[in-house]
């Protein structure tokens, strides 16, 4: 069978069949915004990017145990180009996947998944409550203090770093500005 390259409507309704969190969905929206930015810096393909940012975590939700090993047969059966799924599964690398990031795209992923949710967290901290007025030196503040957002793999998003040649501190204002296109969809708005 043929592979159909998907419409971003389509990516969006698969999510929301396998996720009725909405946290998840917020942090799928974030990821596809962030996803999107990137792409412009680095005048990529836009809806491509956007299309695996917002499924990269389709099956977590339902599967969790088999996170970045479900969603292969979810998008394989639905016929999904190869590259896409390929890049949804690095992801998880060293985490739940064995497939490593190598294209830059599948990199940017990589990288910018654990480091929304320390950014979301920490927007929410602010007295605003909003990514709008989040700064690097905010995210770098909460970043040294490891009972903050224990969750987020610091470790990641320093390799993805690295993997991207890119220092920290621009991964950082990077991503923010990604989230800010986005604030109110992703519950950032906060007070402002």
Avoid at 103 to 114: A, F, P, Q, S
Wanted: aromatic share 6%.
């Amino acid at each position: 069978m043929k592979e159909m390259t998907p419409t971003r409507e389509e990516a969006f309704t698969i999510l929301k069949e396998y996720n009725k969190n909405e946290a998840l969905i917020r942090h799928a929206l974030a990821v596809e915004a962030v996803m999107v930015h990137f792409a412009e810096l680095f005048e990529e393909d836009k809806e491509k990017w956007a299309i695996i940012g917002l499924v990269h975590d389709l099956d977590y939700e339902m599967y969790p145990e088999e996170h970045c090993k479900r969603v292969e047969e979810i998008l394989t059966e639905r016929n999904w180009p190869k590259d896409y799924i390929r890049a949804i599964v690095s992801h998880g690398w060293k985490i739940c996947s064995d497939v490593e990031p190598i294209e830059r795209m599948e990199k940017v992923l990589y990288t910018i998944d654990e480091l929304t949710g320390l950014i979301a967290a920490t927007a929410l901290m602010r007295p605003s409550r909003s990514i709008l007025d989040t700064e690097i030196k905010s995210v770098k503040k909460k970043w040294k203090q490891k009972g903050f957002a224990a969750g987020v793999n610091r470790e990641v998003i320093e390799e993805g770093a690295s993997m991207l040649g890119l220092e920290l501190n621009t991964i950082i204002e990077e991503t923010i500005k990604g989230m800010q296109k986005v604030a109110e969809n992703i519950g950032l708005k906060g007070d402002l």
